[in-house]
């Protein structure tokens, strides 16, 4: 297949998007706090700019703590609203929830003045697949009603989600651009867990990762497998040196770069080499400011 990261169901997801946006009130973009910037995709905004909408930025807890106050400072000079949050804790949903209650009650009344019958405020919630949409739901709805999981495509089918009397939430499954073939944007979904680990070379991706570690985390990363000077390696031999401290061997007592490969992904993203921010945001910032 020739995306692989963009499989059926995505496309589906798209036509089910256009088909309900006549009926949304406003749209809940959910961003990866780790990757901002890459984390967009400009073809679901491009369906859902119509729509008043509000950024979330999810898994702020994954992400460095500066970087991120500097997106939302970004985002907002654009005008939106945005928010930063840990679904796993709750953390900053509050926020999000009195944001999208003042919203609610600011276009209902619109809708009011122009003789609608009440009905609920819909939302509808959209980002890359395994962002955490479907937690942010449940954090929002106070219960688990979506499903969630470690991996993409956990939402295969949209699914709304009653909130009080007043609200729906719309949980759609995680959709990316078909159209994209940047090898950094592709290198940071991986590494972060957006694509299928069917679509991508894992020992490729965890030796790129590991070389922006030891730029970024390198005492989170040399602590975490004690691996002593590592300033003039590359990622290559890195992953080679983890496989030995882990105790990856294949057959013949070789290294099992796979198998090493396999641990640094979940490793990063579970933060344990700390909080660590893939889309810098200072060269936004700069932008902002010119
Ligand atoms: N650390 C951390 N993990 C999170 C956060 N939000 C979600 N997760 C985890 O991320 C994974 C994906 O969450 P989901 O809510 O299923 O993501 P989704 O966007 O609905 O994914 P798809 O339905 O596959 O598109 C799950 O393992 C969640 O527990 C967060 O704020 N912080
Ligand atoms: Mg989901």
């Excluded at 009926?23 to 700019?49: C, F, H, K, M, Y």
């Excluded at 651009?177 to 991508?200: Q, V």
């Excluded at 090493?260 to 933060?271: H, N």
Aim: hydrophobic letters at 40%.
């Amino acid at each position: 297949m020739k995306f692989p990261w963009f499989p059926g169901h995505m496309a589906r997801a798209k036509q089910t998007m256009k088909q309900h946006l006549s009926g949304i009130d406003l749209v809940i973009e959910v961003l990866d706090a780790r990757i901002p910037r890459t984390s967009r995709n400009p073809d679901i905004r491009g369906i859902t700019e119509m729509r008043p909408r509000v950024v979330v930025l999810a898994k702020q807890d994954l992400a460095d703590p500066k970087e991120t106050e500097a997106w939302l400072k970004i985002l907002r000079a654009d005008g939106l609203a945005c928010y930063a949050i840990n679904a796993e804790t709750g953390e900053g949903v509050e926020d999000v929830v009195s944001g999208i209650s003042r919203l609610a009650s600011e276009i209902m009344l619109k809708l009011q003045d122009r003789r609608r019958r009440p009905r609920p405020f819909r939302v509808m919630v959209i980002g890359i697949p395994n962002v955490g949409k479907s937690s942010l739901i449940n954090r929002i709805a106070g219960r688990r009603s979506a499903k969630t999981g470690a991996k993409p495509g956990i939402t295969r089918g949209k699914q709304w989600i009653r909130v009080g009397r007043a609200i729906e939430l719309l949980d759609m499954p995680g959709v990316l651009s078909p159209r994209m073939d940047d090898p950094e944007d592709l290198f940071k979904l991986a590494a972060t867990g957006a694509l299928t680990e069917e679509s991508f070379d894992a020992v490729q991706v965890a030796e790129g990762l590991l070389e922006t570690l030891r730029g970024r985390a390198y005492h989170a990363l040399t602590a975490r497998f004690k691996l002593g000077d590592i300033q003039d390696r590359d990622g290559h031999t890195i992953l080679r040196l983890i496989g030995e401290k882990r105790g990856c061997l294949g057959s013949g007592g070789t290294i099992d770069v796979s198998r090493a490969a396999v641990i640094v992904l979940s490793e990063f993203r579970k933060g344990l080499f700390g909080r660590v921010t893939l889309d810098p945001a200072v060269d936004d910032r700069l932008e902002a400011e010119s």
